[in-house]
């Protein structure tokens, strides 16, 4: 079993940025994929960006050229840059791997 926190969530206004992190309890290198999705209130829960091991991306029509997904090994983490951020993007987003680990989700406000 992984365990998975996420950080980084927070208030921002419409514009600005935030860097969310998912940090695992242990070694992401036999992951794949890593993604973050997100849960907006009343909506389902959406794939935002995936990251495969061999470093394939797949992101959200509505985030492309907006955020960036990445891992650092390193540190065991998964790191999603998000910018230019819209009020639309307010949601909890929760951190995955390989399709069966999740974090406990981290709520970011966008205000407009």
């Known amino acids: 079993q992984v365990r998975l926190v996420e950080s980084g969530g927070g208030l921002v206004q419409a514009g600005g940025s935030l860097r969310l992190s998912c940090t695992a309890s242990?070694?992401?290198?036999?992951?794949?994929?890593m993604g973050w999705y997100r849960q907006a209130p009343g909506k389902q829960r959406e794939l935002v960006a995936s990251l495969t091991s061999e470093g394939s991306t797949n992101y959200a029509d509505s985030v492309k050229g907006r955020f960036t997904i990445s891992r650092d090994n390193a540190k065991n983490a998964v790191d999603l840059q998000m910018n230019s951020l819209k009020a639309e993007d307010t949601a909890v987003y929760y951190c995955?791997?390989?399709?069966?680990?999740w974090g406990q989700g981290t709520q970011v406000t966008v205000s407009s």
């Open positions: 995955n791997l390989a399709l069966r680990h």
């Open positions: 242990r070694s992401i290198l036999n992951f794949s994929p």
